[in-house]
């Protein structure tokens, strides 16, 4: 069982930054593939960005190109997101979530993840 746990999330104005955390504190981590996704009321969970293990990969969804960053500390086992110019459209519940069957970037599903954290708040207000 690999445990996630996301922190950083908050309010902040349309245009502001922000930057969550998604730290994996378990003996069990790997070299896993990483994933944030998102969850806005009344919608359903959506991809946001991924991560190779090695950081060599990453990918984003459209909404989030070029505002995103995805990055990642392999010895401290932490994976963030780097949120800027951030809109009211990005206010969701942000869920980190790990693919314990590739260390590549294999999808950007939400079935394709089969570890996710608690979820962390991201209010932007306009």
């Known amino acids: 069982q690999v445990q996630l746990v996301e922190s950083g999330g908050g309010l902040v104005q349309a245009g502001g930054s922000l930057r969550v955390s998604c730290v994996a504190p378990?003996?069990?981590?790997?070299?896993?593939?990483m994933g944030w996704f998102r969850q806005a009321p009344g919608k359903e969970r959506e991809f946001v960005a991924a991560?190779?293990?090695?950081?060599?990969?990453?990918y984003y969804s459209d909404s989030v190109e070029g505002r995103f960053t995805i990055s990642r500390d392999i010895a401290k086992k932490t994976v963030y997101l780097q949120m800027d110019s951030l809109e009211p459209a990005d206010t969701a519940v942000y869920y980190c979530?790990?693919?314990?069957?590739?260390?590549?970037?294999?999808?950007?599903?939400?079935?394709?993840?089969?570890?996710w954290g608690q979820g962390t708040q991201v209010t932007v207000s306009s």
């Open positions: 979530a790990a693919d314990s069957r590739s260390s590549v970037v294999r999808t950007t599903s939400v079935a394709g993840y089969d570890y």
């Open positions: 378990g003996r069990t981590y790997r070299n896993y593939a």
């Open positions: 991560i190779s293990w090695t950081g060599a990969g990453t």
